[in-house]
């Protein structure tokens, strides 16, 4: 560590190029910052294009107009709504409350989180927000507990604790509907729920949430032909309940102007072709050219460029670090969709006649019947993708990694 004397200014000079500027009045720390986020909040400066969406998803919850977002996993929708929650337009007038439901698996489990996102979002706002939740929630009165350090009271549900769920869903949007301010609410991964094996959950959530006056819903979710039915089908419940947004894959363009605008804003270079080649390989998906530039960016030191080389090596370095997940993936699906999954693999491009007798001879697969049941399920899995009839490998990542093996 070096430090230099300057004017009763102290300059500490830190590996990984962190340094710290301590006056007489202040400390002031900064640090360099790899500016391609792929997890944790993205500050608004690292924030990569999507200024139609935002726009288009401020303004409809401004109009207290219901918004149904849809994409492929891996796009920025999360990402995309929590920025839009931090504008000043929506934070001055709303609560934010996310609940991500993906790795639920019934309704009596969808209800046990909704209620505990709800507490940490209302209850703890305010000692009369606390107080509503508690006489409101009489159904979980025995989850409510006493924390004597902070001095306040504390909600610890549990599974066991949902006798009648449906009455306890009823509770929680009556705390809603009740809360200080209006409140924004993301269901993300909301296909979800056509998956509990209660079979009236659509209706549900349907006549709870068209009764509420003090709240507005974005419902995210990545499976898309699951969610269109859902939204856009006559004979569900949620048939034209909200604005319809489809996100697509940045333009190339864009994104090209966001990463040489911070390479070159720390002196770092990169070459055009190399940044195509990334949004090529893995198909304008969000998470991916994130992680992929921010390897490059940590890769290529002061002063230096990074070509076409070096992310070759990246990409390949990523799909070996991926290997055991991607592996672990397989293991839960059967021998003939695996089957399936490699024969739509081998045809490169997308796949509309699965079924057909050439295409069941070609790779040899064993009937129409099982190839239409493996499909169905390797869609409930994500692990194809359908679009206007033709099939696909869902993850630009698997189906590298599929190419880099033999079978």
Request: aromatic share 12%.
């Amino acid at each position: 560590m070096k430090i230099k004397l300057f004017k009763k200014n102290y300059f500490f000079y830190i590996k990984n190029h962190t340094f710290a500027i301590i006056t007489n009045q202040s400390i002031i720390m900064d640090r360099l910052v790899n500016p391609f986020f792929v997890s944790g909040k993205i500050p608004p400066e690292y924030f990569c294009d999507r200024k139609w969406e935002a726009q288009q998803i401020i303004q409809h919850l401004s109009n207290q107009e219901n918004i149904v977002l849809m994409s492929q996993r891996r796009m920025g929708k999360t990402k995309l709504v929590d920025h839009c929650c931090e504008q000043s337009e929506l934070t001055k007038h709303y609560i934010l409350i996310t609940i991500d439901i993906l790795h639920t698996t019934s309704f009596r489990e969808f209800v046990q989180l909704f209620g505990s996102v709800v507490f940490d979002n209302i209850a703890t706002r305010s000692s009369r927000m606390m107080k509503l939740f508690t006489a409101t929630m009489r159904s979980l009165s025995g989850s409510f507990g006493y924390d004597p350090i902070q001095n306040t009271p504390t909600f610890d549900i549990k599974l066991g604790d949902l006798i009648r769920p449906e009455y306890t869903l009823e509770e929680i949007f009556k705390v809603i509907e009740n809360a200080e301010k209006p409140c924004l609410i993301v269901f993300d991964e909301f296909q979800q729920i056509t998956k509990y094996p209660e079979h009236n959950v659509e209706a549900l959530l349907r006549s709870h949430i068209q009764r509420l006056g003090n709240a507005g819903f974005v419902f995210s979710g990545s499976q898309r032909r699951l969610m269109e039915s859902m939204f856009f089908s006559e004979k569900r419940p949620f048939y034209m309940s909200a604005r319809s947004i489809v996100l697509q894959p940045i333009p190339i363009n864009d994104y090209k102007d966001f990463v040489f605008h911070h390479f070159h804003d720390h002196n770092k270079d990169i070459e055009g072709v190399a940044v195509e080649l990334v949004y090529d390989t893995f198909q304008g998906v969000t998470l991916y050219l994130q992680r992929m530039m921010k390897d490059a960016f940590g890769v290529t030191p002061e002063g230096g460029k990074c070509d076409v080389g070096t992310i070759r090596s990246l990409i390949d370095a990523y799909i070996q670090e991926s290997d055991p997940r991607l592996r672990e993936q397989l293991a839960f699906v059967t021998e003939t969709q695996k089957e399936l999954l490699y024969a739509i693999h081998e045809e490169n491009d997308p796949v509309k006649a699965i079924t057909s007798a050439k295409f069941i001879k070609k790779h040899r697969l064993k009937s129409s019947s099982s190839v239409q049941s493996a499909a169905k399920k390797l869609l409930e899995y994500d692990l194809l993708t359908q679009k206007e009839g033709y099939y696909a490998i869902a993850d630009p990542l698997m189906q590298l990694w599929l190419k880099s093996r033999r079978f």
